[in-house]
């Protein structure tokens, strides 16, 4: 049982380069959601779904595209790379009922970007 | 948007000491969770807490659900080296996971 997946783990971009972080769950969660963390701002949230096809914003959605046409993947696309979205990103998912956020969230193991 | 304000930032404590460290809102949550996070790897649930004053366990892991819904304490008894990390608090409301800012505990050998 893999849980949550993200490739890749490390990726250095230009400024102005495009890219997509993969993300992927084989425990049949509904919700699924991508964090950024950086140093002394925990995890802040860019954006989530409640399932296939349903998409939303979360607190730092700006330069970010999210979409879920299946269940099992959750892609972060990157359409114009900035060095302020220089951070470590986080994929996770949750359990919950019609994709309801329990938040009990199991957390994949990160992509470390970096913007030069 | 809601803030959770984590303390302390950081702890260097030695080996068997018991720990402490809390998490204050603006906002009321409907449910209090901890993480811990080591190092290269995602953020692990450590406890939920679903009910307004509700205290659980967890090991040698005590957190509490503060009575005014806007404050949570967790509690590590006789540290061992393995607790070392980041600890994060994170309220849940409207479907969001709002997360603090993180306690880093240090075990002195």
């Known amino acids: 049982n893999a849980g949550v997946t993200q490739t890749p783990k490390f990726q250095v971009l230009k400024t102005g380069q495009s890219m997509t972080l993969q993300c992927a769950q084989d425990?049949?969660?509904?919700?699924m959601s991508w964090y950024r963390q950086d140093p002394g701002m925990g995890l802040r949230l860019i954006h989530y779904s409640v399932g296939a096809g349903i998409t939303d914003q979360g607190e730092v959605p700006n330069g970010y595209n999210v979409s879920r046409s299946t269940t099992e993947d959750f892609p972060l696309r990157l359409l114009s790379a900035a060095p302020s979205q220089t951070s470590v990103y986080f994929c996770a998912s949750s359990h919950g009922t019609s994709g309801t956020n329990t938040g009990e969230l199991f957390f994949g193991e990160g992509s470390r970007l970096t913007v030069l | 948007g809601q803030q959770l304000n984590q303390s302390p930032q950081s702890m260097f404590i030695q080996e068997g000491e018991d720990v402490s460290m809390n998490c204050t809102s603006s906002s009321i949550f409907n449910t209090w969770l901890w993480y811990k996070q080591e190092p290269g790897e995602g953020p692990v649930l450590l406890i939920a807490l679903y009910k307004a004053g509700e205290l659980t366990s967890n090991g040698r892991l005590t957190a509490q659900f503060g009575i005014t819904r806007k404050d949570s304490f967790l509690n590590i008894s006789a540290s061992i080296p393995s607790d070392v990390g980041i600890y994060f608090c994170a309220g849940l409301g409207n479907e969001k996971l709002t997360f603090g800012t993180g306690t880093r505990l240090t075990i002195i050998p």
């Open positions: 425990m049949n969660h509904e919700y």
